[in-house]
């Protein structure tokens, strides 16, 4: 449980990134591109989104998407059938499971597993702001609050986009601002915390 729905809503709009420096990895050049400028950051915003599950007892194959932002741009890896989680994996496993590259995001708690099963990357070095940020355990901090603390602005979380089939063969804009939002956003709140330029303890 996170304090998101206390954000006070008279402030400004975030305005994220845009969306030119949103790169959904779809070819070998947007790969090589991304692993370019993945690998040769020191810390990297980090998220998943995966296909809400609405019956009881059924069980989710996600992620079906995988954010990994630095300050500039967010790379956003669909992940829905065998040979995309071939084409993606060598280069979310170099980022992913790097010890040199502290990968940062909120509420983190079911992707380690997930992408364990699924692609068989075992994360390593990775920083669960909602808990690092938090000085109360029953009531850590999410992404909004965060926002809202560091940038005195407001994070949209949109619950119709946030619940919207992220396993669909084509994202729409709104699908991809958000994802890479909450990969960057993520990124910034860190670099603007207490805990910026503690990644190598």
Not at 39 to 67: C, M, N, Y
Not at 68 to 85: K, S
Not at 111 to 133: E, M, P, T
Not at 151 to 179: C, D, H, I, M, P
């Amino acid at each position: 449980m996170n304090d998101d729905l206390d954000v006070s809503q008279d402030l400004p709009a975030y305005p994220g990134i845009d969306m030119e420096k949103i790169c959904l990895v779809q070819t070998t050049s947007q790969l090589a591109f991304a692993e370019e400028q993945l690998l040769q950051a020191r810390v990297l915003g980090f998220d998943t989104e995966s296909k809400p599950i609405f019956k009881i007892g059924q069980s989710s194959d996600g992620p079906h998407l995988i954010q990994l932002a630095t300050t500039e741009y967010a790379f956003l890896f669909p992940i829905l059938n065998g040979a995309q989680v071939e084409f993606a994996t060598p280069v979310l496993k170099a980022a992913l499971e790097s010890k040199t590259i502290l990968k940062v995001g909120f509420g983190l708690g079911d992707d380690n597993q997930r992408l364990l099963h699924k692609l068989g990357v075992k994360i390593a070095h990775v920083l669960d702001l909602s808990r690092a940020l938090s000085d109360n355990r029953k009531k850590q901090m999410g992404a909004k609050r965060a926002v809202e603390k560091y940038f005195g602005q407001v994070l949209q979380k949109s619950k119709r986009v946030s619940t919207s089939n992220w396993a669909a063969e084509s994202l729409n804009e709104r699908q991809l601002k958000y994802a890479a939002d909450d990969a960057q956003s993520a990124l910034l709140v860190y670099q603007a915390s207490p805990l910026a330029g503690k990644e190598k303890s």
